[in-house]
Every structure is written in structure tokens, then in C-alpha cells.
């Protein structure tokens, strides 16, 4: 089975400054899907960032990005010029080629942001 | 827009009480998740459904049943509530638009304390 391993509970980051939220994760499988969420206070889950694995072009959406490294099996997410509004949980995910609709989660890294 | 709507956000059961947890979606996704959510643990899928009355046991679905009768509701059910069910419980959808690595639309979650 799958597992993902988020190994920073919590992590802090002054505004403006870059944070980086590390991810890593087991699989046998050669093609797979990677996700980052998103889920501030109001509790609402969001989709910050995905990477096919069979991309090696690292994914980018605005301020965040990946750095993804398929033999090291790490996927960590790094946040520039941080805002308020990232202090959220952020959670790492997996979905298996073949695995149909099922995505491993990690256990989460809480985000704070220092004004 | 994608709409997930739990009914409850909050709920305070007794043990061994049957307890119902309600998702609807304001379109026609087949697709629909449920999953508890625990410090440390991340998310972990406890029943998933890919269309009317048909469903997929997850990760953890001991203690669980669930019920799709139609398209737009999905509801978790716990049969005789223990207090290791206290929990955050999150409902998701996968929209239906062609993607496989399409990312899921989650419910602002229910916060369930089991006394």
C-alpha cells in the first residue's frame, strides 16, 4: 500500500518571506498523480497544486510550486512572498495510476504566517 | 461552480446512539467520498460511491455503513457511535469532466463528538 509521510507537523513563516512544506511518499508504481491541498480555517479543502508523475517539469501555480523528484520520492511545496491567507493545514496526496478514484493522504503540516 | 453542502457542522451524539451524517451535491457527479479526518493521521477514506446505491468500502470502513439512494446524497451512517468515532468527518466529490486527475471538491465538514 501507498503511504505518504509529511514529516513537519508545523511549520511558521514571516509574510513576504518563502516557506517550503516537505512531502515524500512510498509507491512500486511508475505512474501516479501528486496533490497538494489546501485547508484554511473555514475548513474548506482547496486544491492548491498537482504534477503527473511522468512529467518532469515541475508544476507551477502563481506564488507555489513543487519541486518534484521522482527517484528520491519527495514532493515538497514551496509558497513565495507568503500572505496571511496561506496559514492554513496543507496536505500532500497520492493517487495511483490504477487506483481509480482513491488518494492516500498525508498527515498534514500546519502553516502559520508571522505579520 | 462545484457545491458540497454537509448538513451539519457540528454534532454532539452519545455513545451507542445511530448517528447520520448528510452530503449533497448541487449537480449530477456520479463520484462521492467520505472521509474522517484526525490530527497527525490526515485524511482517510472511510466509503466512497460511484453512482446510486452503489458503493466501495475505503481504508477504515469498520464502525461505518452508507447510504445512496440518490445521485445528489450521500450519507454516513454509524450504526452504534463510539467515542474513537470523534472525529472530523469531510464529504468530496470528483466532478465528471473527463480528467482523471481531476481534483476532488470537498464539504466544509462535521465536527462529530461522540460522548
Not at chain 1, 508545523?10 to 485547508?39: G, H, N, P, R
Not at chain 1, 496543507?90 to 495511483?96: I, L
Request: with cysteine.
Amino acid at each position: 500500500a501507498q503511504t505518504v509521510t509529511q514529516s513537519q507537523p508545523e511549520m511558521s513563516v514571516q509574510e513576504a518571506e518563502t516557506v517550503t512544506l516537505s512531502c515524500t511518499y512510498d509507491t512500486s508504481e511508475s505512474d501516479y498523480y501528486l496533490f497538494w491541498y489546501k485547508q484554511p480555517p473555514s475548513r474548506q479543502m482547496i486544491l492548491v497544486i498537482r504534477q503527473e508523475a511522468y512529467k518532469q517539469q515541475n508544476a507551477t501555480e502563481n506564488r507555489f510550486s513543487v519541486n518534484f523528484q521522482k527517484a528520491a520520492k519527495s514532493f515538497s511545496l514551496k509558497i513565495s512572498d507568503s500572505q496571511l491567507g496561506d496559514a492554513a493545514m496543507y496536505f500532500c496526496a497520492y493517487k495511483g495510476y490504477n487506483a481509480g478514484n482513491m488518494l492516500t493522504f498525508g498527515g498534514g503540516t500546519r502553516l502559520m504566517v508571522k505579520p | 461552480d462545484v457545491k458540497v453542502t454537509q448538513s451539519s457542522r457540528y454534532l454532539v451524539k452519545r455513545t451507542g446512539e445511530k448517528v447520520f451524517l448528510e452530503c449533497v451535491q448541487d449537480m449530477d457527479h456520479e463520484n462521492m467520498f467520505w472521509y474522517r479526518q484526525d490530527p497527525g493521521l490526515g485524511l482517510r477514506l472511510i466509503y466512497f460511491s460511484y453512482d446510486v446505491k452503489m458503493k466501495e468500502k475505503g481504508d477504515i470502513p469498520e464502525g461505518y455503513s452508507v447510504s445512496r439512494e440518490k445521485k445528489e446524497r450521500f450519507s454516513l451512517i454509524l450504526e452504534s457511535a463510539s467515542t474513537n468515532q470523534t472525529s472530523m468527518y469531510l464529504c468530496a466529490i470528483k466532478p465528471r469532466d473527463g480528467s482523471y486527475n481531476s481534483p476532488l471538491h470537498f464539504g466544509n465538514g462535521t465536527r462529530l463528538t461522540v460522548t
